[in-house]
């Protein structure tokens, strides 16, 4: 599994370097998120990361605090063109994320009037829209749309000053990976899927790692789980894997009689704070 891990982690790091065409700064209106990353808006969130920005700054020039973002090499090379033309382009290539920064000449003002799809950081914005709504600049890192879908997901799923995610939306990210392989259009090997789905239940400690194999034993009892996973503002707000023992132990396995109270548990913890 180590090998395989050290391959997949060399094949998509190969892949980085291959399609990151580096960072620019883009206007801050040109950032669009698809609907389902809108969707997830949590103002706690936003709340959170302001006031780590009022601490220590947005600090958007380390690499961590970019955000990465799709575009076509017909959209760069004309946005590179124009910022030639307009004397906002001071190096002959884009300084790569992985390379020093050149304070410098900095980094080149790109503009995307049609704007570019960013795969995560709608709360990052959010809050420094918030905290200064005189910025009209964040660091983007530009990848080719012709990456691999495993890219894009481990590009989307990359965490860096977000918020911890929950017990419900790990759950969610590890069906979603056991059952990706049975699709039709799936784009990612099974081999693939379940290293994923690894990569995902190692942010489960031991004892939450334990609780969570024996509710997949039950099956009955998981497909309660399972169908409210389709509510994920009520799942994630809810779910704790700390508490599966307490369904358990009601041996209530009819999946009518088990959605009910699994809907009820949810409820009842959903202000719970996580137990370790």
């Not at 990361?49 to 605090?65: A, Q, T």
């Not at 259009?185 to 239940?201: G, I, K, N, Q």
């Not at 034993?217 to 169908?227: K, P, S, T």
């Not at 132990?249 to 370790?276: F, K």
Request: aromatic share 8%; with cysteine.
């Amino acid at each position: 599994m180590k090998a395989q891990v050290h391959a997949e982690d060399l094949r998509f790091e190969t892949e980085r370097r291959l399609f990151c065409k580096g960072s620019a700064l883009v206007k801050l209106e040109s950032l669009n998120w698809e609907e389902n990353k809108i969707r997830q808006h949590d103002p706690k969130n936003v709340l959170r990361l302001k006031k780590i920005f009022e601490k220590d700054g947005c600090r958007s020039l380390k690499v961590g605090n970019h955000i990465p973002a799709i575009v076509n090499q017909h959209h760069l090379d004309t946005a590179i063109e124009n910022a030639k033309q307009n004397k906002t382009w001071n190096t002959g290539v884009l300084p790569s994320s992985y390379a020093t920064i050149d304070s410098e000449n900095g980094y080149p003002e790109l503009e995307f009037p049609g704007g570019i799809i960013c795969l995560h950081g709608f709360h990052r914005i959010q809050a420094g829209k918030e905290l200064r709504p005189a910025e009209k600049w964040w660091i983007v890192d530009l990848y080719l749309s012709e990456i691999s879908y495993e890219m894009r997901a481990i590009l989307d799923e990359e965490y860096s000053n977000e918020d911890r995610p929950c017990d419900g939306q790990i759950y969610r990210k590890i069906l979603e990976y056991q059952y990706l392989p049975q699709k039709a259009d799936a784009l990612v090997l099974p081999a693939t899927c379940v290293s994923f789905e690894m990569r995902w239940r190692s942010r489960f400690n031991e004892s939450r790692q334990k609780k969570l194999r024996g509710l997949f034993r039950h099956r009955l009892v998981a497909a309660g789980f399972d169908a409210l996973t389709k509510i994920p503002a009520l799942f994630d707000a809810g779910m704790k894997v700390t508490t599966l023992h307490t369904v358990m132990a009601t041996r209530c396995y009819e999946v009518s009689r088990m959605l009910c109270l699994t809907n009820l548990l949810l409820i009842l913890h959903a202000g719970d704070t996580a137990l370790p």
